[in-house]
């Protein structure tokens, strides 16, 4: 299955289902050789490495698409996860409790391949989660 | 000029120039009577009360708006900001030095009036810029 460029809803849900799937060796389909990741220049090798240490940490992780606006060469996604990080995350001592939080983040696609990502993660809910462990 | 449902880019960024030009009395063109704020239902008069609130603590702040996804009724927005916050930001004694950081923000608009936001600040890095302050 070639990424199509004029849906890129449906490349951008078959990105995720990859994610969700573990299906990293697939990441090439979906991403360019070459990419920015908030700013700074990444490989894919060096982005996939990134996805896969999130995994690491998160082992449940699961990318749920909360809300997807599409248009042109953009996708903007609003993400919601619902997992139990393994060890530390943040600095925070989480040892595999439940966090829930969102990301919001910003795609550009050329040609049906992710080659911008600008990611925000909410981290002041990670915090504030983390904090009540202890309370 | 009434908002046109059709073009919700153009109200978008009419919306934007508003909080820039300060003109808060025009809000009601933009914004429904009842709405959703992070998930916390609010009235037009509290959103307002907030955005006015961001512009005491923050005197220069001018959204930019640095990327724009818009798609059915539904508007997505990265916004730069480089502004000299008065007083305590987040906790942080920030006293009218320089912050540049970004919001990820999701609206859904209803009859061309927004209904719902979901807003992330990149508080990572304004809490990085405060700590160099005192470095």
């Known amino acids: 299955m070639a990424a199509d460029p004029s849906d890129l809803e449906s490349v951008y849900r078959a990105y995720v289902d990859a994610l969700n799937g573990r299906r990293f060796d697939d990441l090439?389909?979906?991403?360019?050789?070459?990419?920015?990741y908030n700013g700074d220049p990444r490989s894919l090798a060096?982005?996939?490495?990134?996805?896969?240490?999130?995994?690491?940490?998160?082992?449940?992780?699961?990318?749920?698409i909360d809300d997807l606006v599409v248009a042109g060469?953009?996708?903007?996604?609003?993400?919601?996860?619902?997992?139990?990080?393994?060890?530390?995350?943040?600095?925070?001592?989480?040892?595999?409790?439940?966090?829930?939080?969102?990301?919001?983040?910003?795609?550009?696609?050329?040609?049906?391949?992710?080659?911008?990502?600008?990611s925000l993660i909410d981290v002041e809910t990670i915090r504030r989660q983390s904090a009540s462990f202890t309370e």
């Open 28 to 36: 090439g389909r979906f991403v360019q050789d070459r990419l920015a």
């Open 46 to 64: 060096q982005y996939r490495a990134l996805l896969e240490e999130d995994v690491r940490v998160v082992p449940d992780l699961r990318y749920e």
């Open 73 to 118: 060469d953009r996708v903007a996604a609003r993400l919601g996860f619902d997992c139990h990080p393994s060890g530390v995350l943040l600095g925070v001592p989480v040892d595999g409790r439940r966090l829930v939080f969102a990301e919001h983040v910003f795609y550009r696609f050329d040609a049906g391949r992710i080659v911008d990502v600008r």
